[in-house]
Nanobody, 123 residues
Framework: QVQLVESGGGLVQAGGSLRLSCAAS????????MGWFRQAPGKEREFVAY????????YYENSVKGRFTISRDNAKNTVYLQMNNLKVEDTAVYYC????????????????WGQGTQVTVSS
């Protein structure tokens, strides 16, 4: 069983930055492809970013390209999401997810989920 715990969310003004962390328990973390998703009130959960187990491949949702960076430290069993130049529309609960089988943009393809961390961007 793998447990994922996110941290780093908070309230920030537009244009500011936050770094989210997702700490994983369990073995074989470096074999898990990982993703970040977000869900705003009344909206579907949406893909934000993906990173392969080795960290060699990354993908981003178009609206966050150039502003967000996903990375991982397998020695620390942790995945990060650096968010810069935050916008009001980035406000959501952010979730990390692990061990995807299939389309990494599809939240239903992930086996493990964290509890989420709130990110609120004020204007």
């Amino acid at each position: 069983q793998v447990q994922l715990v996110e941290s780093g969310g908070g309230l920030v003004q537009a244009g500011g930055s936050l770094r989210l962390s997702c700490a994983a328990s369990g073995r074989s973390f470096n074999s898990y492809n990982m993703g970040w998703f977000r869900q705003a009130p009344g909206k579907e959960r949406e893909f934000v970013a993906y990173i392969s187990g080795s960290g060699g491949s990354t993908y981003y949702e178009n609206s966050v390209k150039g502003r967000f960076t996903i990375s991982r430290d397998n020695a620390k069993n942790t995945v990060y999401l650096q968010m810069n130049n935050l916008k009001v529309e980035d406000t959501a609960v952010y979730y990390c997810a692990g061990n995807v089988r299939g389309d990494f943009r599809d939240y239903a393809k992930y086996a493990y989920w964290g509890q989420g961390t709130q990110v609120t961007v004020s204007s």
